[in-house]
């Protein structure tokens, strides 16, 4: 049997750069927990021909890869109370070796969550939900907010084309629909799913909407209170993309979708969270914590007695634009704005049970969307209805001068009248297209099952059914983890702490004056960014150099030209739609201590068609046996 022993001084030496870096211990041991390369990798480090021997005999001889999988409980003992005793000599505080706590102080890194359920009220069975109104199995969740009353719960389930409606038949006013929207951010702030509000700028604005509708002069979403993903511009009001580095900017501008729903009446409650940079898939990388997932089996008692909200079993959201999915499915709006660079949208959307729209890049506008990977970045809409979602694209899409990439379009669309006209017409003769390479192995067999049924619905409202084959889309996950890390490293390089983002603090002002530039760029990017976005940026840049570039980048770009012709292929001849599934499993849960790669095969169904730069919506369709 192999001893840990030999390892520890270069894991503790590995243990040392981190902890310099200032990743939490809890990073570490999840990094430890890994696989046994990754372990021999960093041995590597320090003994090489020793490593080069390790591998040679560890991948040949299988007791001894087993050996080293199997004593992981011992290496972490020893490492970590290796850290503590190091702690207790030099005078430090112990830092929490937990997971959840750790997300829990970054939660309530602006704000102090009390979590609270009223039980008066009677609690609903989850299964008979419909998927888009999660929001009924929380009423009221802190102690400081009123109970929610019949007429509020009837102006929360309303449509978003409902709302339009009674607001213009003067039967419910803007302020009404505000105060409710507002309260119920409220009762389910512990979700965690808004980084700003702005309550009383909103309530303004509703009154506002209240008089145009008395004037006759309401616009096509006057009144509505609506959310928008933390990176999109907006004057006046933070724009933080969920990281330290921008924790405190403010826009002087607003971005051109912004623009337009602010001069279509809209009224736009605040900011959501998101994972940082949009980098994730699970809204779990943002500074300011973790977006909840509604939907999570969660009972009573256990919020009811952890204001911390730790050892609760909550579920993932999807991301990257998790808040704005989750502020849509509590019904604390009635439609959001979000961005989808590989699934970001429809992700959460399916996780959420909520509809997400992708329009074809190029179609809304990318000025004042705060990059990611600019030839990807997408935005996007969320809401209950199709029908929603098609009032909101007449609002906020048209050609814009300020983007180089927006798309002229001829015959301007009304996609409102398109959507109801397909609703009364039905989908008899429509050819629907079922890839046969999306059967991956990684599909749940729920999932499988739903989809399978969804066939059958089809057909039986007269659709037409086409296997076809889209053979090289099994490489468009590996080609967007190069592209779109590649395209942001050259986006970010510009957060530097000079001309702006986050700038490195500390109590002797001297040592900072002390700072060439480039030691100061390195710290202000060191602390302002998140592991997940230095992951990325660390790719990116290596697939970019010199001696990487034609092996990795430009692979990748000729996958994606591939990947572009094959779908053009199969609509070229005569195949309208196709139906996939969204996301290959249920939400995971948030303590699940998933590997990066893992994280990133949730997004196998979504990545083609942003690199084809296609349209792509997802629908909620039924609930799993556990009700998610």
């Known amino acids: 049997m192999c001893s840990w022993r030999p390892y520890l001084p270069t894991l503790r030496l590995y243990r040392e750069s981190l902890r310099l870096g200032k990743v939490f211990p809890a990073t570490v041991k999840r990094k430890l927990g890994y696989n046994a390369r990754e372990l021999i990798e960093i041995y590597r480090l320090v003994e090489k021909d020793k490593a080069d021997e390790l591998i040679k005999k560890g991948w040949e001889d299988v007791e001894f890869v087993n050996s080293l999988t199997s004593q992981k409980e011992e290496i972490t003992r020893l490492l970590f109370s290796d850290i503590t005793e190091g702690k207790k000599r030099r005078g430090e505080e112990d830092e929490e070796d937990d997971f959840l706590a750790e997300t829990s102080k970054r939660m309530n890194r602006n704000r102090n969550i009390q979590p609270h359920i009223d039980t008066a009220e009677p609690q609903q069975n989850t299964k008979n939900i419909p998927p888009t109104q999660p929001f009924k199995r929380y009423y009221s969740q802190n102690a400081n907010v009123q109970k929610i009353t019949d007429n509020e719960r009837k102006l929360l389930s309303l449509s978003l084309e409902d709302a339009l409606l009674s607001l213009k038949k003067r039967e419910i006013t803007s302020t009404q629909v505000t105060q409710a929207c507002i309260k119920q951010l409220e009762r389910t702030k512990f979700l965690n799913y808004m980084i700003s509000q702005r309550n009383d700028d909103a309530l303004e604005d509703s009154k506002k909407a209240d008089e145009s509708y008395q004037r006759n002069q309401a616009h096509r979403l006057e009144g509505v209170p609506l959310v928008v993903k933390d990176n999109f511009v907006m004057k006046g009001t933070n724009t933080t993309c969920a990281s330290k580095m921008l924790s405190e900017y403010k826009s002087p501008y607003d971005s051109t979708v912004v623009s337009r729903l602010k001069t279509d009446g809209g009224v736009i409650l605040g900011k959501s969270n998101m994972d940082e940079f949009s980098m994730g898939s699970a809204s779990n990388t943002s500074y300011f914590g973790p977006v909840l997932n509604p939907w999570s089996q969660v009972k009573i008692e256990k919020l009811q007695n952890n204001s911390n909200n730790n050892d609760i079993n909550f579920l993932v959201s999807g991301g990257s634009s998790g808040g704005s999915a989750v502020a849509v499915a509590v019904g604390a709006c009635f439609g959001s704005i979000g961005s989808d660079t590989g699934g970001s949208i429809r ?196 697939v970019l150099s010199r001696t990487q570039y034609d092996s990795y980048y430009l692979k990748a770009q000729q996958i994606r030209t591939l990947v572009k012709d094959e779908f053009q292929t199969v609509f070229d001849n005569g195949i309208d739609v196709l139906l996939t599934p969204t996301a290959p499993a249920p939400a995971f849960s948030l303590s699940s201590k998933l590997s990066p790669i893992e994280m990133y095969i949730n997004d196998i169904m979504t990545i083609p068609t942003n690199l084809a730069g296609l349209p792509a919506i997802s629908l909620p369709i039924g609930l799993s046996t556990k009700g998610l």
Request: overall charge negative.
């Open 347 to 542: 992700l959460p959307a399916s996780w959420c049970g909520v509809v997400g729209f992708k329009p074809s890049y190029g179609v809304l506008s990318r000025w004042g969307l705060v990059s990611y990977a600019s030839s990807l970045d997408t935005p996007g809409l969320m809401a209950r209805h199709v029908k929603d979602i098609a009032i909101m694209m007449d609002s906020v899409s048209g050609y814009d001068q300020n983007d180089s990439t927006s798309l002229q379009i001829e015959n301007s669309h009304d996609y409102y009248t398109t959507v109801s006209k397909i609703g009364e017409n039905g989908i008899k003769g429509v050819r629907v297209g079922i890839p046969k390479e999306y059967h991956v192995k990684e599909l749940d067999s729920e999932i499988v099952s739903l989809w399978e049924s969804t066939i059958k619905k089809l057909e039986s409202l007269g659709a037409i059914i086409y296997e076809v084959s889209l053979s090289h889309t099994q490489y468009a996950l590996p080609a967007y983890y190069i592209l779109a890390p590649a395209e942001a490293s050259s986006n970010l390089a510009r957060y530097d702490g000079i001309k702006y983002g986050h700038q490195p603090k500390t109590e002797d002002e001297q040592k900072i004056s002390e700072l060439s530039v480039k030691e100061m760029c390195a710290q202000s990017r060191e602390d302002g960014f998140g592991e997940e976005v230095k992951r990325r940026i660390l790719l990116g840049t290596s």
